[in-house]
C-alpha cells in the first residue's frame, strides 16, 4: 500500500482505508497514465482524482456539468482544508477575477470548471500560462451521443486539452458503462492508450425489491408512516402524479418536497436545499431532480413509476446509500407504467432513431421487473458484468412476506376473460367480475355469463389491483391497441387448468433495520445546528456513519476522534470538541462505559474513588464563581460528578486532569490551571500524600454509589422528592429525568410516585407539540423538536407526551 496516497486519506478525509479500486487508479494516474474509469456512483470517484491533484506539483483542472455540485465539491475541498475554486456562469465578474487572481498565483490545487467555459478566451489565457498536472473530466459519458446525458458543451474538451504543448495526465470518470460510450470517450478524448478501469457496478449495499401488487399509494402511505425520519426519494414518471403525491402526502402531515420541472426556478431551489440540509427529509420528483445531488445519506429510493430504462433505474437508484450503508431501492410496478412509458417516448422524441432505441431500452426494462431471477444479477449482466451467485438482497432472493394461494380467484378472473372472448380491458372486465348493471354490460350481454358477478366482494379498486398483479407475473397478457386490452396466453391455460398455482406475495412495508440510538440523535442535533449556523448540508460536518461510529465508540479526546472514519485533521480541530463534549456528558449523565475488544473485562473492573467533602466545596465555589461569570448554570460548567471524582483523586497536571470523567481538552484550557492550583494548595495545606492512578475506561465508582443513574432517579421519585428537585441534586437535566421516568413505564407498565409536570409546558404549547407528535410519532423527540419553535425546550415535549401518551396525570 502506498503510504503517501493512505496518508493523504487519512489527514484529509479521515478515512482509514481505500474503497475498492481507488488505489490502483490513484497509482496509476500517478504514474502519469491517461485513465478511464467506470465506477457506479457512490463509490467514490471524486477522491481518485482529488488524491493525485494534491501530490502532483500543479494544478488539477476538473471538468463537470453541474454547476450545483462544483459549489458542493469546493466546499466540502475546503471544510477539509484543501484549497479548490470552482469557475461557471453563476460567478460574477469580480469572483472571476480574483479566482484568476489565485490561479496565476498558485493558490489552489483543483479548480472545477463548466465546459461551457473552456473557450473563453480570458479563461484560456489564464490556464495557458499555469502548470497543469491533471484535467479530470467528470461524468464523461456526456461527450457521447450514445449516452442518455449528451452535452454539446462536452465537444469542446477534446479541443482544449489538445491545445496544450504540454499535455497533463487526462482521467475520464464516469458510471455509464455501455460499449459505445466508452469507445466515444476515448476517441473524443484524444486518450493516449488509456488504462481502462471497469470497478465492479454492484452496489452491495442497496436492497433492491420490485412490488408488483398494485396498491402503489397504500404501500407509500404506510412506508412514510414508518419511515418519515429518514432520508428519501420519490420518483414519478410525471409532473402530475409529483403534485398529487405530495399534496397526499402533506394532507398526512408530514413536511416533504417536491421537484419537477413545472415548478418555478425559486421553488425548486428552496426544495432541494432544504432536503439537502436536512430540514426535509423526503423529496418526491421526476427525473429532474438528482443530477448533482451527493447527499450521501438518503437512505431509500421508492419508484412509482417503472423508469424508461435500466440505465436510468441504476442511476436513480444509486443516488441511495452513498455512504456505504444499507438501503433500499422500491419499485412499485404496474403494467400501466410500461404504456405511460411508451407514450412518453411517443410524444417526447422527435428522431425515429432515438425513438428505437428508447422502446428497445424500455423493452428491456420490463423484461427485468417481469424476471423471476435475481434482479441484482440480471442488472449486472445488463452492464456486462458477470454475476454468479444470487445475491439474497433482492426481492426475488429473499422470500419474505406472506404467500398466499391466489389460485381460484385466478381463474375467476381468467375464466371471466375467456369467456368475454377477449378484447376487452381491466375496467370492462372487472365490472364484470362485480356484477356491475352499467348498460354497456347489458349491451354486451355479459350480464348473463356464468362469472358476471363472481368476485362481488370485491371493492372496484382492490380488483384492478388484483387483475393488473396478475398481469405483473404474466398470467394474464396485456396488449396495446387503441386502448390495452387483455388476453389470454399459455399461462393462463395452465392455471385454469389447474397445472399451474397463482401463489402472490403480499408487499409489507418492513421496518428499516437502521435503529438509532440516542446519542446518535443527539450527535445529529449538533451536526444539524452547527450546519445552520453556517449554512453548509449536515453532510459536510460530517457523515452518519461518522456519526453512527462516535456513537458507539464514544471518542473524547483528540487522539480518538482522528481514530473515527470520516474525522481528518481540520474537521476535528474545528468541529470534533463539540462533538466529544456532548458525549462526554452524554457518559457522565447515563454512566455509559466504552466499549472496546476487552469490554467485558473492563465491565467488570470498576474504579472506586471516595470524594473529599472539603476539596470538594472549594471546587464548588470555583465553580460557582465561573458561573457567575460566564453567567451559565454550574452544571453546565463542569458535573458535580466530576468536582467529586477531582476531590477524591487530587489530580495535579493537566494531563492527570484529562483522566476525569467529563472533562475534555476545552475544560481543561478553559479551567484546568484553576482546579489544579486549587487541588496543589488543598494538598499543601493538609499535607496530603496522594497516590496517582490512571483509570483509562474502567467504570467509576463514586462514594460507593454503584447504581445507575436512571435507578437513583427513580429511587428518589419513589421516595417523593419532586423532579426539579432530584435535578438539582443530581444535576441532571428536567429532561433526562422525564426520558428515565418515560422508559421505565415503557418496560414496567406503570409508576408508583406522583409525578408533577403541568408546570413544565405552556398550554399553547401543548398543542403544536401534540401536533408534531402526531406527524413524526412519539418516538421521534429529534425530529418532534426539530419542527417546533426552538423555544420549546426537551422536558416541555417529553412533560406533554408523558401527559397525553402515558396518561401521568
Ligand atoms: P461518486 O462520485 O463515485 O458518486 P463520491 O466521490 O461522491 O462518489 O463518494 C461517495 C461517498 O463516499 C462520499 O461521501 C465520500 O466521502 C465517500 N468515500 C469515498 N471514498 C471513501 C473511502 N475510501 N472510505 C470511506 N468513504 C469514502
Known amino acids: ?21 481507488q488505489e490502483k487508479i490513484i497509482e496509476s494516474i500517478l504514474e502519469k497514465k491517461d485513465l478511464l474509469a467506470i465506477m457506479p456512483t457512490g463509490a467514490g470517484k471524486s477522491i481518485c482524482y482529488q488524491i493525485p491533484a494534491l501530490i502532483f506539483h500543479g494544478i488539477t483542472i476538473v471538468i463537470s456539468p453541474l454547476i450545483s455540485l462544483m459549489k458542493d465539491q469546493v466546499d466540502s475541498l475546503r471544510s477539509i482544508g484543501i484549497e479548490a475554486a470552482y469557475i461557471n456562469s453563476s460567478l460574477d465578474n469580480d469572483e472571476l477575477k480574483e479566482i484568476f487572481y489565485g490561479l496565476k498565483n498558485n493558490k489552489y490545487k483543483i479548480i472545477y470548471v463548466s465546459p461551457e467555459r473552456l473557450d473563453s478566451k480570458i479563461f484560456l489565457e489564464v490556464v495557458d500560462a499555469i502548470d497543469v498536472s491533471q484535467i479530470a473530466i467528470d461524468e464523461a459519458h456526456c461527450v457521447s451521443q450514445w449516452g442518455h446525458d449528451f452535452r454539446v458543451s462536452y465537444r469542446k474538451i477534446g479541443s482544449f486539452i489538445s491545445r496544450r504543448d504540454n499535455k497533463p495526465v487526462i482521467t475520464a470518470f464516469t458510471a455509464t458503462a455501455s460499449l459505445e460510450v466508452r469507445n466515444d470517450i476515448v476517441r473524443m478524448l484524444n486518450l493516449n492508450d488509456p488504462e481502462i478501469f471497469v470497478n465492479g457496478f454492484d452496489r452491495e449495499n442497496l436492497e433492491i425489491s420490485i412490488i408488483k401488487e398494485g396498491r402503489k399509494e397504500r404501500f407509500l402511505k404506510e412506508y412514510i408512516q414508518k419511515h418519515s425520519d429518514i432520508s428519501g426519494i420519490i420518483y ?12 397526499e402526502i402533506t394532507n398526512l402531515g408530514y413536511q416533504v418536497g417536491k421537484y419537477h ?37 438518503i437512505r431509500f429510493v421508492i419508484h412509482n413509476n417503472m423508469p424508461q430504462s435500466i440505465e436510468a433505474y441504476y442511476q436513480e437508484i444509486g443516488r441511495a446509500g452513498r455512504d456505504g450503508e444499507k438501503s433500499e431501492c422500491i419499485l412499485l410496478f404496474t403494467p400501466g407504467d410500461i404504456h405511460l412509458q411508451k407514450y412518453l417516448i411517443d410524444t417526447g422524441l422527435r428522431s425515429e432513431q432515438r425513438k428505437i432505441i428508447a422502446y428497445k431500452k424500455l423493452q428491456d426494462m420490463a423484461s427485468l421487473v417481469y424476471s423471476a431471477d435475481c434482479y441484482r444479477k440480471y442488472i449486472l449482466n445488463y452492464f456486462g458484468e458477470e454475476a454468479i451467485d444470487n445475491c439474497n438482497n433482492c426481492s426475488n432472493c429473499l422470500s419474505e412476506g406472506e404467500v398466499t394461494d391466489k389460485t381460484v380467484e385466478s381463474q375467476k378472473v381468467l375464466s371471466c376473460i375467456g369467456r368475454m372472448k377477449s378484447g376487452f380491458g381491466i375496467t ?3 365490472d364484470v367480475l362485480r356484477g356491475s348493471k352499467s348498460q354497456k354490460i347489458i349491451n354486451y350481454n355479459f350480464h348473463t355469463l356464468s362469472t358476471y358477478g363472481i368476485m362481488k366482494e370485491y371493492k372496484k379498486d382492490e380488483l384492478i389491483a388484483f387483475v393488473n398483479t396478475l398481469i405483473s407475473h404474466g398470467v394474464i397478457d396485456q396488449v396495446e391497441g387503441t386502448y390495452p386490452i387483455l388476453k389470454l396466453n399459455n399461462l393462463s391455460v395452465k392455471v385454469l387448468k389447474g397445472e399451474h398455482r397463482v401463489l402472490l406475495k403480499e408487499a409489507k412495508v418492513k421496518d428499516y433495520g437502521f435503529k438509532e440510538n440516542n446519542l446518535f440523535n443527539i450527535l445529529k442535533e449538533i451536526r444539524f445546528s452547527i450546519a445552520s449556523e453556517e449554512g453548509i448540508p449536515p453532510y459536510m460536518v460530517f457523515g452518519d456513519v461518522t456519526l453512527k461510529e462516535m456513537s458507539t465508540k464514544l471518542p473524547e479526546t483528540k487522539e480518538e ?3 473515527i472514519s470520516g474525522v481528518g485533521e481540520i474537521k476535528c480541530d474545528k468541529y470534533g470538541f463539540k462533538f466529544a463534549e456532548e458525549i462526554r456528558k452524554y457518559i457522565i449523565e447515563n454512566n455509559t462505559i466504552k466499549s472496546n475488544n476487552d469490554v467485558n473485562s473492563i465491565n467488570n473492573k470498576k474504579f472506586y474513588v471516595n470524594s473529599d467533602e472539603n476539596l470538594y466545596q472549594k471546587l464548588r465555589n470555583l465553580r460557582e464563581t465561573i458561573a457567575l461569570k460566564e453567567n451559565k448554570i454550574p452544571y453546565s460548567i463542569i458535573h458535580q460528578n466530576s468536582l467529586k471524582e477531582i476531590s477524591g483523586r487530587y489530580p495535579l497536571t493537566l494531563e492527570e ?29 493538609n499535607n496530603l500524600n496522594r497516590n496517582w492512578q490512571v483509570k483509562g475506561r474502567l467504570k467509576l465508582v463514586i462514594d460507593g454509589e454503584e447504581r445507575e443513574n436512571e435507578e437513583i432517579v427513580i429511587d428518589m421519585l419513589n421516595e417523593g422528592y419532586e423532579i426539579s428537585e432530584i435535578s438539582n441534586r443530581t444535576e441532571i437535566s428536567l429532561s433526562t429525568i422525564l426520558g428515565y421516568v418515560t422508559e421505565y413505564i415503557k418496560e414496567n407498565g406503570e409508576i408508583l410516585f406522583k409525578l408533577n409536570i403541568d408546570n413544565l409546558y405552556k398550554k399553547e404549547e401543548e398543542e ?38 402515558y396518561n401521568i396525570v
Open 1 to 21: 500500500m502506498n503510504e503517501k496516497t493512505l496518508k493523504i486519506l487519512e489527514k484529509y478525509y479521515g478515512y482509514k482505508n481505500f474503497r475498492k479500486g
Open 236 to 247: 414519478c414518471a410525471t409532473r402530475k402524479d409529483v403534485d398529487s403525491i405530495y399534496e
Open 261 to 297: 420541472a413545472g415548478l418555478k426556478d425559486m421553488e425548486r431551489k428552496e426544495f432541494q436545499d432544504m432536503f439537502i440540509k436536512d430540514k426535509i427529509n423526503i423529496m418526491i420528483a421526476t427525473n429532474a431532480f438528482g443530477m448533482g445531488i451527493d447527499k450521501p445519506n
Open 428 to 430: 370492462m372486465v372487472v
Open 561 to 563: 476522534l482522528l481514530e
Open 657 to 685: 486532569l484529562g483522566d476525569i470523567s467529563g472533562i475534555g481538552p476545552k475544560k481543561i484550557e478553559a479551567y484546568g490551571r484553576d482546579i489544579i492550583c486549587i487541588v496543589k494548595n488543598y494538598i499543601e495545606d
Open 768 to 805: 403544536e407539540i401534540l401536533m408534531a407528535c402526531k406527524r413524526f410519532g412519539v418516538e421521534k423527540i429529534g425530529e418532534i423538536k426539530k419542527s417546533l419553535d426552538p423555544r420549546i425546550k426537551y422536558e416541555s415535549i417529553r412533560a406533554v407526551i408523558l401527559k397525553n401518551y
